[in-house]
């Protein structure tokens, strides 16, 4: 009887193995997409209170200077308040990656035939890398863009549109893409690239638009595709002192997600 009992029971659990590999045990789109809405929601209220925060610090920095040499207790007062605001933006920074993360990764797990496409597109060309378990293509900033500028290089634009072809494959056509635009922690100083680009949100966004309009340009429909512009606030390697910057920071990602997402 006992024999019987087990045999029925591993009976039911390879049952159970075989269906998780056939129908697979990986997210639902639709609730990921359900998730994804919620996430971008909070995301959002995050980064207003992330702006007005560091509007807050630098209005605070500014009237540190003009009391300079006064009383100690207000001045004392004023420094204790930028240290807790400068500590909450760093907070608030570090939430948002993480959310970020989550949202523009959403577990997704590409085709053999679509993952082996990008790998091939990525092998052997120096501005581009790719991870295959993420699925995201990582262009260098410094070869797809002139410095301060937002015009995609001559020699990016031929890679993108590879890229538009492998997007618009059989397999490709299953999934959206995202267009995520990052800086490096140098100031814009020129004036005439202030004029365009205020803060480097500005660079970023307006980088990961000119990406988007040359592969809406390459026969990507245009409902699958969305940018981001994280600025400075996504680093991938410590930026140098004093504001100097890292290359590595200066990117643009390419992420490739569910439909809806």
């Known amino acids: 009887m006992k024999i019987s009992r087990l045999s029925g029971f591993f009976l039911v659990l390879v049952c159970i193995l075989a269906t998780v590999v056939i129908c697979g045990c990986g997210p639902n789109p639709k609730d990921l997409k359900i998730q994804n809405e919620t996430q971008r929601k909070r995301i959002a209220e995050l980064e207003s209170e992330l702006q007005a925060s560091v509007l807050e610090v630098d209005q605070l920095k500014r009237k540190l200077q003009t009391v300079q040499g006064t009383s100690g207790v207000e001045l004392e007062s004023l420094k204790q308040k930028i240290a807790a605001l400068e500590e909450d933006i760093e907070r608030k920074k570090s939430l948002i990656a993480s959310m970020q993360q989550q949202l523009l990764h ?6 053999v035939e679509l993952n082996t496409m990008l790998e091939d597109f990525a092998q052997g060309n120096d501005m581009i890398t790719y991870d295959s378990s993420r699925g995201i293509v990582k262009f260098k900033s410094d070869l ?6 937002d015009q995609v290089t001559s020699s990016a634009v031929g890679a993108l549109k590879t890229l538009c072809g492998i997007l618009n494959s059989q397999e490709g056509k299953k999934f959206d893409v995202i267009i995520a635009g990052h800086t490096d922690d140098e100031r814009i100083a020129k004036p005439a690239t202030l004029e365009k680009h205020p803060t480097n949100w500005h660079l970023s966004a307006h980088r990961a638009i000119s990406v988007l309009n040359v592969m809406t340009s390459s026969d990507i429909d245009p409902t699958r595709v969305s940018i981001r512009g994280f600025g400075e606030f996504r ?3 410590p930026n ?4 100097k910057g890292n290359p590595q920071n200066r990117r643009v990602e390419i992420y490739i997600v569910y439909k809806g997402m």
């Open 106 to 111: 959403g577990g997704v797990s590409l085709p």
């Open 144 to 149: 797809l863009f002139a410095s301060g500028s």
């Open 235 to 237: 680093p991938i390697v």
């Open 240 to 243: 140098k002192p004093n504001k």
